[in-house]
């Protein structure tokens, strides 16, 4: 501000009289006091209004044949005041783009300049005994009007970028937050999973329990120690079964409660999957193009299944491409089901391993070092398909592997 006021300054006109000049500073000032805290405002023009007649003065002293420091700063010093009497108003009407409109600020610049530059001209008048002009106040009432629509047009242009940036923030963290939420609804769907075969493990258990007490031997010793370590391991899992419970309750709570909505569009859903997996290609230094589509009329789909299944099959592609290709990501609506495909260009899954891919623990990835991944990400993909009720098949062709899942839409959308 101290650097750009007094050079924006030196673009001048005098409309009035030799010594009133109208300049580009007036609304390059206005425009930092907006940037500035209210604090410091008073601090900024007092140090502004000062620079700004000494920077007048050194432009004298380089210009000038005669200089003389005492005529200079006779014929700049009423600047002082107009930049003073401009803060001082700005601080007084506790101008802040938080509290008010664009227009209120836009009409009270408008009473500040003109306040400041009555003061400015009462003191040439004092100090220069200059003239003025009453006729030709209302030129300067409409440079005025045309200085803050100047600085509105450059503040409402900031303020745009600002909720730009504030947006795509937002937009970045959410997709975070949805993200971290659809993992927490996977491990859910495992830890559902668990629940069941940890409650069928404790009856197994409970009727081994029974079967070796209810043996003729029954006072023998080895069937009397059988049938405690029975009812031991019994519960046992019981107990795990129930802290499960305790957790999955927990976990469906945090779903269940979360501010994020549960359901989207189709072509939102797409979308989103799409931008997330460009982020991932792009943390991979992988060159992949991204192609998709949504084909029919959709309702709008539960987040958390589309992106747990979804999401899984496009990073399992994204990893699958070496260095570079393309992925085509499509939804078709047909009748009473909705059908997802999945397709890359990758080197695929070789032929005698097709119908193991969707095994727990098959793997054809493995990292730099050798380690194999986890191999549960395709199994867990089937599971949730096939607990909607619907179907999954894995098709390889020259042109790489393609997934089509078919849901029936009565599992994906909001009941009533």
Same mark, same amino acid.
């Given at each position: 501000?101290?650097?750009?006021?007094?050079?924006?300054?030196?673009?001048?006109?005098?409309?009035?009289?030799?010594?009133?000049?109208?300049?580009?500073?007036?609304? #390059?000032?206005?425009?930092? /006091?907006?940037?500035?805290?209210?604090?410091?405002?008073?601090?900024?023009?007092? !140090?502004?209004?000062?620079?700004?007649?000494?920077?007048?003065? &050194?432009?004298?002293?380089?210009?000038?044949?005669?200089?003389?420091?005492?005529?200079?700063?006779?014929?700049?010093?009423?600047?002082?005041?107009?930049?003073?009497?401009?803060? /001082?108003?700005?601080?007084?009407?506790?101008?802040?783009?938080?509290?008010?409109?664009?227009?209120?600020?836009?009409?009270?610049?408008?009473?500040?300049?003109?306040?400041?530059?009555?003061?400015?001209?009462?003191?040439?008048?004092?100090?220069?005994?200059?003239?003025?002009?009453?006729?030709?106040?209302?030129?300067?009432?409409?440079?005025?009007?045309?200085?803050?629509?100047? %600085? !509105?047009?450059?503040?409402?242009? &900031?303020?745009?970028?600002?909720?730009?940036?504030?947006?795509?923030?937002? @937009?970045?963290?959410?997709?975070?937050?949805?993200?971290?939420?659809?993992?927490?609804?996977?491990?859910?769907?495992?830890?559902?999973?668990?629940?069941?075969?940890?409650?069928?493990? #404790?009856?197994?258990?409970? +009727?081994?329990?029974?079967?070796?007490?209810?043996?003729?031997?029954?006072?023998?010793?080895?069937? $009397?120690?059988?049938? =405690?370590?029975?009812?031991?391991?019994?519960?046992?899992?019981?107990?795990?079964?129930?802290?499960?419970?305790?957790?999955?309750?927990? !976990?469906?709570?945090?779903?269940?409660?979360?501010?994020?909505?549960?359901?989207?569009?189709?072509?939102?859903?797409?979308?989103?999957?799409?931008?997330?997996?460009?982020?991932?290609?792009?943390?991979?230094? =992988?060159?992949?193009?991204?192609?998709?589509?949504?084909?029919?009329?959709?309702?709008?789909?539960? %987040?958390? #299944?589309?992106?747990?299944?979804?999401?899984? /099959?496009?990073?399992?592609?994204?990893?699958?491409?070496?260095? *570079?290709? @393309?992925?085509?990501?499509?939804?078709?609506?047909?009748?009473?089901?909705? *059908?997802?495909?999945?397709?890359?260009?990758?080197?695929? %899954?070789?032929?005698?391993? *097709?119908?193991?891919?969707?095994?727990?623990?098959?793997?054809?990835?493995?990292?730099?070092?050798?380690?194999?991944?986890?191999?549960?990400?395709?199994?867990?993909?089937? +599971?949730? %398909?096939?607990?909607?009720?619907?179907?999954?098949?894995?098709?390889?062709?020259?042109?790489?592997?393609?997934?089509?899942?078919?849901?029936?839409?009565?599992?994906?959308? $909001?009941?009533?």
């Amino acid at each position: 501000m101290l650097i750009t006021v007094p050079l924006a300054g030196e673009l001048k006109f005098y409309p009035l009289n030799e010594t009133f000049r109208i300049t580009f500073g007036a609304p #390059t000032f206005f425009f930092f /006091l907006l940037l500035l805290k209210r604090k410091t405002v008073l601090a900024g023009g007092l !140090l502004t209004a000062l620079s700004v007649v000494l920077f007048r003065i &050194m432009l004298d002293y380089i210009m000038l044949d005669h200089f003389q420091f005492a005529a200079s700063a006779h014929t700049h010093y009423p600047t002082f005041f107009f930049y003073f009497t401009y803060a /001082l108003l700005f601080f007084v009407f506790k101008v802040s783009r938080m509290n008010y409109s664009a227009i209120v600020i836009g009409l009270i610049g408008l009473i500040i300049e003109i306040a400041a530059d009555i003061v400015e001209l009462t003191a040439q008048y004092i100090v220069l005994h200059t003239t003025i002009h009453v006729d030709s106040l209302s030129d300067m009432a409409v440079i005025a009007f045309a200085h803050s629509f100047i %600085v !509105l047009s450059f503040f409402n242009m &900031m303020t745009i970028y600002e909720s730009q940036s504030r947006e795509r923030q937002i @937009r970045k963290q959410n997709e975070h937050m949805l993200m971290l939420i659809t993992s927490l609804y996977e491990e859910t769907v495992h830890l559902k999973k668990t629940l069941h075969n940890t409650e069928a493990i #404790t009856k197994a258990s409970y +009727d081994l329990y029974r079967v070796l007490n209810q043996q003729e031997k029954d006072h023998s010793v080895l069937n $009397q120690t059988l049938s =405690k370590k029975a009812l031991r391991i019994a519960g046992d899992i019981h107990e795990v079964k129930k802290d499960n419970q305790r957790i999955f309750a927990g !976990l469906s709570k945090t779903i269940s409660n979360e501010s994020f909505q549960n359901y989207m569009k189709a072509e939102e859903l797409i979308e989103l999957i799409v931008r997330i997996n460009k982020k991932y290609a792009d943390s991979l230094h =992988k060159q992949i193009t991204f192609f998709s589509s949504v084909n029919g009329e959709h309702f709008s789909y539960h %987040v958390y #299944t589309i992106l747990s299944i979804i999401n899984n /099959l496009v990073a399992n592609a994204v990893e699958a491409i070496k260095d *570079e290709g @393309r992925i085509v990501l499509s939804v078709h609506r047909q009748a009473e089901h909705v *059908e997802f495909h999945v397709q890359d260009n990758g080197p695929g %899954v070789p032929l005698k391993y *097709e119908k193991a891919i969707f095994e727990p623990g098959f793997t054809s990835k493995y990292d730099q070092f050798g380690n194999p991944s986890t191999g549960i990400g395709l199994s867990y993909v089937k +599971d949730i %398909v096939q607990e909607l009720e619907g179907t999954i098949k894995a098709t390889q062709e020259d042109s790489g592997m393609t997934f089509i899942i078919q849901i029936p839409l009565r599992n994906l959308i $909001q009941k009533g």
